[in-house]
């Protein structure tokens, strides 16, 4: 099963999003989702705004957001619909969203990362899971040079500067 953004709280959403100066706008359902690089119902991402409707998968509007941070500064200006990050920040983005799973009640790493096998994201090792926990070690060190992680593997709740 799928955990939709409509599943939780808008509030609970909105706070996790603002600690990274992103902002939610909500479209109403049946309308097109703008800025999704996917299509609908996959979240939509256009300057510092993450569109979502009530049908959004979780997983994507934490993608969305894991590509807003990951970006550089002058890619976050222009930002419409294509995040355009290489294969490192792809990946760091991924372990990213994994993290900050945690702090969304009522989910953890493990089930985002069944619904991201699920939706189609594709790994050397055949899962999430399997990649996080033995083949993830660039994406971590990616996050860990651009300091939006702890040593701890914690998010640091800064943007990418450079």
């Not at 945690?102 to 699920?118: L, N, V, W």
Request: glycine share 6%; net charge negative.
């Amino acid at each position: 099963m799928i955990t939709s953004c409509g599943a939780i709280s808008p509030d609970t959403l909105q706070s996790l999003l603002e600690r990274y100066q992103l902002n939610i706008s909500w479209v109403e359902p049946g309308e097109t989702i703008p800025g999704s690089f996917w299509g609908e119902p996959e979240a939509g991402l256009i300057a510092d705004r993450i569109y979502l409707r009530a049908d959004t998968p979780l997983h994507s509007m934490l993608h969305e957001t894991c590509h807003y941070i990951c970006m550089d500064k002058h890619r976050r200006t222009g930002l419409h619909t294509n995040a355009m990050g290489d294969y490192a920040e792809e990946n760091a983005v991924c372990y990213l969203q994994l993290l900050l799973a945690e702090f969304i009640p009522g989910i953890d790493r493990y089930s985002q990362m069944r619904e991201m096998d699920h939706w189609g994201y594709s790994f050397r090792l055949g899962s999430a899971r399997a990649w996080f926990e033995r083949d993830a070690d660039d994406a971590r060190l990616w996050l860990l040079r651009h300091r939006l992680i702890s040593t701890h593997s914690q998010p640091t709740w800064r943007l990418r500067k450079k």
